[in-house]
């Protein structure tokens, strides 16, 4: 029989495919985007989803996976904000363009009816 009992430690180092700084998923901005900003073409949903999946798959210990999921959910984000700053920005041009000069009209015609 043995007299020592033999215990082995993983070194200091992570383990294969653990990183000290494990990849974003980018769920709040996601959740932002969905709840706050709008929902463009599903846009929003979409990066929620691959959100999720991002976090999954660290839960898991998958990080090159979480890390995929994540820069698909942070371009469909980017995708997202900008679809809603254009259409923000070209509802505004399209009121300064027809509806400001139908109240002006509105207005200086108001006492002849």
Known sequence: MSDHTVIPM?????????????PRDYLLLSLFNMLVLGN??????????????????????DMNGASSYGNTSKQLNIGAIVLNV???????ILFFVYMVPLIRYMASHQGRY
């Open 10 to 22: 993983q070194g200091g180092e992570p383990a294969k495919g653990l990183t000290s700084n494990p």
């Open 40 to 61: 463009p073409c599903c846009l929003s949903f979409v990066a929620l989803v691959y959100s999720v999946k991002s976090r999954d798959r660290k839960l898991l210990g």
């Open 86 to 92: 254009l259409v923000l920005i070209i509802f505004i």
